[in-house]
């Protein structure tokens, strides 16, 4: 394949009378075919080079690519922990509130126990049938027992002095 690339160059010499340029012909051939077979693995490591380029830049691209997601994944993942850590701290201050407010009020609770039965004394003082049923049946007979329990709800109405008509 070679040889017929110089073949054309070479003839004019082995035409020649003398038999010195021979073997020159065929060193020449020898010379030739090496600096075909050079400039082909040249062209051969240049475009393997390339490639290589190429596929190196690739490389970074993806990396880089796959650098961003996972920051981007990070730093999704800590707002959506800090999110839920944050609803944590506040559901546990919420149930520490309540478990306050249900102490004061079991205190309040035992402590209104004497009142509670006051209560009952006045419901059933005023006739009403159990402590459910909150009717009343006299309004005098309620100041009454409400008195009678400590309570003083009694009605007292203000005196408003009558204009005298013209």
């Known amino acids: 394949m070679a040889s017929a690339f110089y ?9 020649t009378e003398s038999h010195n340029f021979k073997p020159l012909a065929t060193i020449a051939a020898l010379v030739f075919t090496v600096i075909i077979c050079l400039a082909s ?4 490591i240049s475009s393997e080079r390339q490639r290589l380029k190429r596929a190196e ?5 993806m990396d880089a690519r796959i650098e961003h997601i996972t920051s981007a994944l990070f730093e999704e993942a800590m707002k959506k922990c800090e999110a839920a850590w944050k609803e944590k701290a506040d559901l546990e201050k919420r149930n520490e509130q309540l478990n306050i407010q249900l102490r004061d009020t079991k205190i309040l609770l035992a402590g209104k126990g004497n009142g509670m039965q006051g209560w009952a004394a006045f419901m059933d ?10 009717k009343m049946h006299s309004r005098r007979a309620s100041a009454v ?10 009605f007292k109405p203000q005196v408003v002095p009558s204009l005298p008509v013209q």
Request: neutral net charge; contains cysteine; glycine residues 8%.
């Open 7 to 15: 073949t054309p160059y070479l003839e004019p010499l082995a035409q």
């Open 41 to 44: 693995l040249c062209y051969l």
């Open 57 to 61: 830049d690739q490389k970074q691209l």
């Open 125 to 134: 003082a005023t006739g009403c049938k159990n402590a459910r049923d909150g």
């Open 145 to 154: 027992s409400m008195h009678s329990v400590g309570l003083d709800f009694r």
